[in-house]
């Protein structure tokens, strides 16, 4: 990506392009998942820590996503706002089933 993205209406398309492989967003909602939980955790038994814990175990294997499967950088590096955003957005559109349509707008 050349150019700077800056609204978040380009962002979205750029960000679902790079997690074009099945298996790459197949980790984002694992560690997603295991963020979530640390956070309700943390929550419920008022241990601070856990929401670093959250932190490792959401980027973590998003991370290994990037540069193994996609072989691509992070947007987190570039835009960790809208990233952040679109990860939790991704992950409730899967589960919601609205994921396959955003992404066949995106040309995937």
Known sequence: MADKISSYDEFWPYYLREHSKVSCRRLHYFGTTLAL???IAAIAL???WLILLALVAGYGP???AHFFV?????ATFTYPLWSLYSDFRMYFYWIGGRLP?????AGI
Do not use: D, I, S
């Not at 996609?70 to 992070?74: A, D, H, L, V």
């Open 62 to 64: 998003a991370w290994v």
């Open 70 to 74: 996609e072989k691509n950088r992070p």
């Open 101 to 105: 349509a955003e992404l066949k707008k």
């Open 37 to 39: 939980f640390c956070l």
């Open 46 to 48: 008022k241990t601070p």
